[in-house]
């Protein structure tokens, strides 16, 4: 099995199939915040992304967020969202997401780790026997190192295009 080849390669957390998902095995949802489910430069839960929420919560799965983020930012987005939250989690060390997975009572491998990074997201995903999807960032803003990693992972990925509906063509107001 392959660590740094993502199960899905989707354009963001919308192009998720959930049923389809759901119909495989997948209980929980263990999900990156900062450029997964909302730009870095912000803490303001869109309508899209709270409505995303309710239904992931609707149709029967749980919900960790997973985050390497230390701000306060995470926590106020977890509890807006209702969500789980283990943040610090220095990904891809799978302790964090071990914690995650017990706090939600759900066995890794019937996780999925969702995130827009190769070496933390997809990378921790694996390491605990998850399964995996890669979403494209939300914006191009990330911390320095990312955006160097970004570099690699683009030569790893090799061209590979992310499969679902942009926010443009879904007539999202990017902003
Ligand atoms: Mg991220």
Known sequence: ??????DRYLTDVHAIDLAALKASGVRALLLDIDNTILPRDTNLVPPELAAWATDVVRQGFKVCLVSNNWHERVRLVAAELGFELVAKAIKPLPFAFWIATRRIGVR?????VVGDQLFTDVLGGKLIGARTIMVLPLSATDLPHTLLLRRLEARIMKGAQA???TRTTRGVDPT
């Open 108 to 112: 890794a491998r019937h996780c999925v």
């Open 1 to 6: 099995m392959p660590l740094l080849a993502p």
């Open 163 to 165: 499969e679902g509906p």
